[in-house]
């Protein structure tokens, strides 16, 4: 549609729903189920998503009739869903990460947090929580900050699309039942919900908050609480919930943060050693090219 942001999503004719995903949600799992059940392979784990926005059909691709007609259609005719996560969790997941354990994607990011925290020495330890949480806090526009950690409602707009089916994070195989009921109900296909990939989860996350970090958090994501219906309390550990406690929690961290360095120097060295060597077969070819035509009678 005309007016229509720009969507993570993708709109299956065959099995006649639309999924608008997003970003810590469960995303990469969901979007490596989608691609399954189209039979078309875009790989796991992280690096999916420019292979995904490459071979979706996304709703902005589509004339505007047929958008139109997806997004004012009935559930039996084209089913909406998408998937939220707990805003406190979800925060958490952005930072252990993209901040904690962060490439070189978020290095700005990085960056930015440790001038308003010159006191971090991020050659010894990890960005804490709470800096990352005031760095959102306090620069960050809502409608325009890094997708990990944009409010979700300013990437699934609810306000113009009715979703049929919300899935959340914390009842997620129930969700994934419901939608493949519901996938049946539409389009009369079964829908393979096996995900083949799944991120780990971070169980301990409660821990990391107290009353005045969550108050700022649940602020900054109001809409998100109230919206996907999470409670503002949520943040607290009940009295009969067991939370595990992670000691060495940020050296594991340091020690991931590391791989990945050592892992992106390798990658970048290497691409740069296939450069030169596309670029001297070029050489070469051009080189050959020019004998034989010196040699033609």
């Known amino acids: 549609m005309k007016n229509l942001p720009y969507l993570d999503c993708h709109w299956s004719e065959k099995n006649k729903y639309l999924a608008v995903l997003v970003p810590k949600s469960a995303c990469s799992s969901l979007k490596v189920m989608i691609m399954n ?12 998503n420019k292979p995904f926005a490459q071979k979706a059909t996304n709703l902005g691709k589509l004339p505007i009739k ?3 007609y997806i997004l004012n259609s009935k559930e039996t005719e084209a089913l909406r869903w998408c998937s939220v996560r ?15 354990i962060h490439t070189a994607e978020f ?4 960056e930015q947090i440790l001038g308003m925290n010159p006191e971090i020495d991020i050659n010894k330890h990890i960005v804490p929580f709470e800096a990352f ?4 806090v306090n620069t960050q526009n809502k409608q325009k900050c890094d997708g990990h950690w944009r409010p979700m409602v300013n990437l699934l ?10 899935i959340k ?39 990391l908050y107290d009353k005045e970090l969550a108050a700022l958090v649940y602020d900054f994501y109001k809409e998100d609480f109230l919206h996907f219906n999470y409670e503002k309390d949520s943040w607290k550990i009940a009295k009969n919930e067991h939370i595990p406690v992670c000691e060495q929690e940020e050296e594991y961290l340091l020690w991931v943060r590391k791989k990945h360095i050592s892992v992106e120097k390798l990658l970048h060295k290497n691409l740069g050693t296939f450069g030169k060597t596309i670029k001297l077969l070029k050489a070469i070819k051009k080189r050959i090219s020019e004998v034989i035509s010196a040699t033609k009678p």
């Open 37 to 48: 059940n189209e039979g078309i392979a875009i790989g796991v784990g992280w690096g999916i």
């Open 66 to 68: 047929k958008s139109s």
């Open 86 to 100: 707990n805003p406190y969790a979800r925060l958490v997941s952005a930072w252990r990460d993209k901040i904690a």
């Open 107 to 110: 290095n700005s990011n990085v």
């Open 133 to 136: 949480v005031h760095f959102v």
């Open 157 to 166: 707009y609810p306000e113009i699309i009715d979703y049929h089916l919300i």
């Open 169 to 207: 994070v914390e009842e997620f195989k129930q969700g994934l039942q419901t939608l493949k009921q519901k996938i049946k109900s539409t389009s009369g296909r079964d829908f393979n919900i096996s995900l083949g990939h799944r991120n780990k989860t971070v169980s301990n996350w409660k821990n």
